[in-house]
C-alpha cells in the first residue's frame, strides 16, 4: 500500500502525521511511504 503524508499547512502547527519509528515499522510491513517536503 502506498501512504502518502502531507506537511502540515497551518501556521504554528507542530504535530507530525508519522514519526521516523512509525515510517520504519510500515516500511518493514511492506508499504510504501511519500512524505511530502516543507
Do not use: C, D, N, Y
Amino acid at each position: 500500500m502506498l501512504i502518502g503524508v502531507p506537511a502540515e499547512t497551518s501556521a504554528g502547527e507542530t504535530r507530525v502525521a508519522v514519526t521516523p519509528e512509525t515510517a520504519k515499522k510500515l516500511i518493514a510491513q511492506g508499504h510504501r511511504i511519500r512524505l511530502q517536503s516543507g
